[in-house]
T-cell receptor
């Protein structure tokens, strides 16, 4: 089955700096890669996702890049703010035809943005 | 608020007992997913239902079972509970059954097994 590795497990940055979180996946058939943000005591919320037919996607201060050949994808947050502090999860899944629809999550990265 | 509701919010029970967690998906969503979140294992996918039928299975123990009813709400049954079953259980819903649409998570049920 799919295996998703996420690094680092914790990340501390100064407000205004950039933060990068990296994930690798094992199943070359995976073609959908969402990122979720989970604030303390709250539910995970989708912040951005990318499909395998594009290499990069951007939404304001957040961007995700995908390297299908190397089977890794990364989350980039620029101009970090204290409210970006949370646990971020990457995930991978096959969508469309096929029998395995399960979303496999990485272990999460605790991001702390220091004012 | 994602539109996904889960009850109860908290549940405290003893080892060996059985509990039922309930989830109501967003209006119009046909898929329901169950996840277990613990400190050491992260977010683990348990099972997915789509329009009443099981669609995908993850790391769900045999002591656990789920179903989705005709009104699309879902229940997760946990039996012969062990201390290690203590976790946050999330339900999520999406419109699609193939994973092509975003999953919206409910607020979770925190289960404590004493």
């Amino acid at each position: 089955g799919e295996n998703v590795e996420q690094h680092p497990s914790t990340l501390s940055v100064q407000e205004g700096d950039s933060a990068v979180i990296k994930c690798t996946y094992s199943d070359s058939a995976s073609n959908y890669f969402p990122w979720y943000k989970q604030e303390l005591g709250k539910r995970p919320q989708l912040i951005i996702d990318i499909r395998s037919n594009v290499g990069e996607k951007k939404d304001q201060r957040i961007a995700v890049t995908l390297n299908k050949t190397a089977k890794h994808f990364s989350l980039h947050i620029t101009e970090t703010q204290p409210e970006d502090s949370a646990v971020y999860f990457c995930a991978a899944r096959r969508i469309g035809g096929g029998s395995n629809y399960k979303l496999t999550f990485g272990k999460g990265t605790l991001l702390t943005v220091n004012p | 608020d994602s539109g996904v509701t889960q009850t109860p919010k908290h549940l405290i029970t003893a080892t060996g007992q059985r509990v039922t967690l309930r989830c109501s998906p967003r209006s119009g969503d046909l898929s329901v997913y169950w996840y277990q979140q613990s400190l050491d294992q992260g977010l683990q996918f348990l099972i997915q239902y789509y329009n009443g039928e099981e669609r995908a299975k993850g790391n769900i123990l045999e002591r656990f079972s789920a179903q989705q009813f005709p009104d699309l709400h879902s229940e997760l049954n946990l039996s012969s509970l062990e201390l290690g079953d203590s976790a946050l259980y999330f339900c999520a819903s999406s419109h699609s059954g193939t994973g092509a649409s975003e999953q919206f998570f409910g607020p979770g049920t925190r289960l404590t097994v004493l």
